[in-house]
């Protein structure tokens, strides 16, 4: 089966700092990655689309400056929270789909992200 | 864009009951339908899809049903059991790789022993 590995896997960090997730494609190559945020009990919101080789296209109302992407191999896509706030806390996580098939989306297991 | 909605938000049930959950999507272009489970704390399994060439995929205990006209597409759990509480999201998406998926509100299914 496909795997998409996420690290880390939960981060405390302080204000002010900065916080790089990973998401890996550990099987298969991916283009085209998608970074989620997750608040607890509500549904994963669409961030923005990762891609390989290009800057990523961000959803209406994400600051990109906020959240930088960074999609350098077919395998590997970095989101960095930038000067991370207490509100920044959140679960985020990744999903990647095969170059070569219908587009189903496997998930890494998500960082969960507190800034104190 | 595209807008998924789903319904109910929690849904509880006896063991051995059925439970379905029903999810609208405005954009008439998507065409691949998956349904994921989550648990808490935990990445979101796939646990079935339907594409727009079907109306209907079964998978032992869980099926779902895709009406395009309509805009509508539902996930029936039979035989229901303790194991399968958790929250269900629906998603859609314009298939291939390229594309976004986007995602119901999700449902908070508890079954009760």
């Known amino acids: 089966g496909a795997v998409v590995s996420q690290h880390p896997s939960w981060v405390i960090c302080k204000s002010g700092t900065s916080v790089k997730i990973e998401c890996r494609s550990l099987?298969?190559?991916?283009?085209?990655m998608f970074w989620y945020r997750q608040f607890p009990k509500q549904s994963l919101m669409l961030m923005a689309t990762s891609n390989e080789g290009s800057k990523a296209t961000y959803e209406q109302g994400v600051e990109k400056d906020k959240f930088l992407i960074n999609h350098a191999s077919l395998t590997l896509s970095t989101l960095t929270v930038t000067s991370a706030h207490p509100e920044d806390s959140s679960f985020y996580i990744c999903?990647?789909?095969?170059?070569?098939?219908?587009?189903?989306?496997?998930f890494g297991q998500g960082t969960r992200l507190t800034v104190v | 864009g595209e807008n998924v909605e789903q319904h109910p938000s929690t849904l509880s049930v006896q063991e051995g009951d059925s439970a379905v959950i029903k999810c609208t999507y405005s954009?008439?272009?998507?065409?691949?339908f998956p349904w994921y489970k989550q648990e808490l704390g935990k990445r979101p399994q796939l646990i079935i899809d339907i594409r727009s060439n079907v109306g209907e995929k079964k998978d032992q205990r869980i099926a779902v049903t895709l009406n395009k006209t309509a805009k509508h597409f539902s996930l029936h759990i039979t035989e229901t059991q303790p194991e399968d509480s958790a929250v269900y999201f629906c998603a859609a998406s314009k298939g291939g790789t390229g594309n976004q998926f986007y995602f119901g509100t999700g449902t908070s299914l508890t079954v009760i022993p």
């Open positions: 954009d008439s272009a998507s065409n691949y």
């Open positions: 999903s990647a789909s095969r170059d070569r098939g219908w587009g189903e989306a496997f």
């Open positions: 099987d298969f190559q991916a283009t085209t």
